[in-house]
């Protein structure tokens, strides 16, 4: 079974500060997709950033970047100039293929994450 | 972007009653929806997983008697919680994935469940 890991319960950054959450994951698979979710206070699971393993090229949209190291197992997220609405909840998630057309997402346990001003 | 349109947002009803949340993809046909239940301050737990015309998987420790989902077209999944009671009030979202390999799942606002 997969497991994904974020160590980081809590973090807190400032304004317009740089932010990076941290998020490992174990598989035997070479071929799957890696996403990070945000769950501001609203609670509306809203889609950040997502990485293909095959390619090596991190993933960037806008303010949000990863750090891609499939050797290390490892997918971290870089938050440049937080905003205040940055302020939520992060879940790091891994998708596999498991057979006939479907797809199993597993979640890490989230970070909350505070920008304060 | 892929819209998840889910309702209501918050149901507030006695005990016993049998409660429907509605799961619709607004812009792309969903081969497959997911409802999951929150716990406060947690993480995300599947509970069933649904392909359109088909019955639902449940996961392990999820009665299917007591949650029974339909997912009767591409664009729309629901999920009833019968005869409701107080351990049921809890957060659930739905979630739809559309066609293709590897398509990111897009999630729906939330229900917010409390059952007097």
């Known amino acids: 079974a997969q497991t994904v890991t974020q160590s980081q319960p809590e973090m807190s950054v400032q304004e317009a500060e740089t932010v990076t959450l941290s998020c490992t994951y174990d598989t035997s698979e070479n071929n799957y997709y890696l996403f990070w979710y945000k769950q501001p206070p609203s609670r509306q699971m809203i889609l950040v950033i997502r990485q293909e393993a095959y390619k090596q090229q991190n993933a960037t949209e806008n303010r949000f970047s990863v750090n891609f190291q499939k050797a290390a197992k490892s997918f971290s997220l870089k938050i440049s100039d937080s905003q205040l609405g940055d302020t939520a909840m992060y879940f790091c998630?891994?998708?596999?293929?498991?057979?006939?057309?479907?797809?199993?997402?597993?979640f890490g346990k989230g970070t909350k994450l505070s920008v304060i001003p | 972007g892929a819209v998840v349109s889910q309702h209501p947002s918050r149901v507030i009803c006695k005990s016993g009653t049998s409660v429907k949340i509605e799961c619709r993809s607004l812009d792309f046909q969903a081969t497959t929806m997911f409802w999951y239940r929150q716990f406060p301050k947690q993480s995300l737990m599947l509970m069933a997983t649904s392909n359109e015309g088909s019955k639902a998987t449940y996961e392990q420790g999820v009665e299917k008697d007591k949650f029974l989902i339909n997912h009767a077209s591409l664009t729309l999944s629901t999920l009833t919680v019968t005869s409701a009671h107080p351990e049921d009030s809890s957060f659930y979202i739905c979630s739809a994935r559309g066609q293709g390999a590897f398509q990111p799942q897009h999630f729906g606002d939330g229900t917010r469940l409390s059952i007097l």
């Open positions: 998630a891994f998708m596999k293929h498991v057979g006939a057309g479907s797809y199993q997402l597993t």
